[in-house]
């Protein structure tokens, strides 16, 4: 059975092969005492999208994609069986999957690289091929724990094909498992890259160690205020609390959402419950939402590509549950119980999440007496 989901790489295949780049997405992981791991991840566009979710099972048969003008006669495409159940959220026009979990509790998530991006070149001595379009699939498919992952991507070459003028997907990973280990996947020129997490956080470009060094330059903010401090002959008070943070960047560039969430999961107190670590997420990915018309990054056919926050999740990988919500609709979140849908162990989906998310806030007036 060929792919049966392009999972997350035809996702930025088809987005940034034809339109120009409009996607800034921020992850964020938070671990609570109790065991807990939950992702944040907001999706960022420019244009409006169509959002749907799906449910690929157990026991599906793949064939990985390879460059036959590159590769000996005798080739033979890598193929599996998927071991495990997963499901995510993907737009329509891309036929794949942003964001995804299998039943083990691992999880990937793609976001923009715009820039660095360079993924590897097939040669005929090259036996492990897989497209970028099955990297997805064979991850969630085959491996419980990121440790796997670190071990057997190594030992695979991919590729994509060009599909403009413009170049090839640039898209790197945020890999995660239900014990909170976290690696980050990049290819840059031509070579893997695989960065241990520390920070819990990703957004986009520069890649993760520029990043990591980006922080360098916020090491002097602290969550203490400084209530007043002695001059020579004066003293000087604070005229507001939170002045520790003063030099938090406030834009919306990638490195300064980076530098946001990064410091704001640090100096957070820790939490007990996967209840408590689902509200501090949500407070974290508050920090980087973007109203409509804060961010105008260019004009496509004609119109401004005013780029929002379209849909948020927040993920819990313990107890395989997906909390969603879209731009319109930020105060609702609709909860997905995977548990119960990786028991059917069939095929679900695409299904809009429009269907859903358009019902209003809870109404209490009545019950207030």
Aim: proline content about 5%; some cysteine; hydrophobic content about 40%.
């Amino acid at each position: 059975m060929r792919g049966f989901v392009k999972l997350i790489c035809g996702v930025m295949v088809l987005a940034f092969g034809f339109m120009p780049c409009a996607n800034a997405c921020t992850f964020v992981e938070v671990e609570a005492k109790d065991g807990s791991v939950v992702i944040g991840r907001s999706i960022e566009w420019g244009f409006p999208m169509e959002y749907t979710f799906s449910v690929v099972p157990k026991g599906q048969t793949f064939t990985a994609s390879y460059p036959a003008d590159k590769v000996a006669k005798d080739f033979k495409p890598m193929t599996w069986v998927s071991k495990y159940s997963y499901a995510g959220v993907g737009v329509t026009i891309q036929a794949g999957l942003d964001s995804a979990q299998n039943d083990a509790g691992l999880n990937i998530e793609g976001l923009n690289l715009p820039g660095f991006t360079e993924f590897q070149t097939v040669t005929p001595e090259d036996r492990s091929v897989l497209a970028l379009a099955d990297l997805g699939d064979w991850i969630l498919g085959n491996f419980a724990t990121v440790q796997e992952v670190r071990e057997a991507l190594p030992k695979c070459t991919v590729w994509t094909p060009a599909v403009s003028a413009q170049g090839s997907a640039t898209i790197h990973f945020a890999i995660t498992d239900k014990t909170g280990a976290g690696i980050v996947v990049e290819y840059v020129k031509g070579k893997l890259n695989i960065h241990d997490n520390i920070t819990h956080t990703m957004t986009n470009s520069p890649p993760y160690d520029w990043h990591l060094t980006n922080l360098r330059n916020y090491m002097t903010l602290t969550p203490k205020d400084m209530v007043s401090v002695e001059r020579e002959g004066y003293s000087l008070h604070q005229l507001s609390t939170g002045d520790g943070m003063t030099g938090m960047p406030g834009d919306y560039k990638s490195a300064s959402r980076f530098v946001k969430t990064s410091l704001l999961r640090s100096f957070a107190v820790p939490v007990d419950t996967a209840a408590e670590a689902y509200s501090l997420t949500g407070h974290i990915m508050n920090n980087v939402d973007i109203p409509r018309g804060a961010v105008d990054s260019g004009d496509y056919e004609g119109k401004p590509m005013l780029e929002t926050a379209q849909i948020v999740l927040i993920k819990d990988l313990k107890n395989n549950k997906i909390f969603v919500s879209d731009y319109a609709h930020r105060l609702n979140f609709l909860l997905i119980d995977l548990n119960k849908l990786f028991a059917k162990n069939k095929k679900i989906g695409p299904v809009l999440f429009s269907t859903f998310i358009s019902q209003p806030s809870i109404d209490i007036t009545d019950s207030i007496k």
